[in-house]
Nanobody
Framework: QVQPVESGGGLVQPGGSLRLSCATSGDIFRRYTMGWYRQAPGKQRELVADITTDRSANYVDSVKGRFTISRDNAKNTVVLQMNNLKLEDTAVYYC??????????????WGQGTQVTVSS
């Protein structure tokens, strides 16, 4: 199975920003809805945001107004711009893909993820 390659995480203070990127194959990128997920310590992995091939975006309520998901078709990359980060955003962030209605069971293998730590 194809694995995504996530990057862009780091340590940031509350209120700061980070930009995450995820690259995958062109065939996958052109066909499927792309999603960003996160898993905090001791918690289940959750879908944070997703974007369809025609750029329709959805967000979990906790990040609405702070996170923006976008896709760069030329680079087969999906980006998650995270602003006004909060302590509770600390997690390992992953991307994956599938049909929008079934993103709870995405099609790809899970990659290494990228760690986002929000701390003062």
């Amino acid at each position: 199975q194809v694995q995504p390659v996530e990057s862009g995480g780091g340590l940031v203070q509350p209120g700061g920003s980070l930009r995450l990127s995820c690259a995958t194959s062109g065939d996958i990128f052109r066909r499927y809805t792309m999603g960003w997920y996160r898993q905090a310590p001791g918690k289940q992995r959750e879908l944070v945001a997703d974007i369809t091939t025609d750029r329709s975006a959805n967000y979990v309520d906790s990040v609405k107004g702070r996170f923006t998901i976008s896709r760069d078709n030329a680079k087969n990359t999906v980006v998650l711009q995270m602003n006004n980060l909060k302590l509770e955003d600390t997690a390992v962030y992953y991307c994956n893909w599938g049909w929008r209605a079934s993103l709870s069971s995405p099609f790809g293998s899970w990659g290494q993820g990228t760690q986002v730590t929000v701390s003062s």
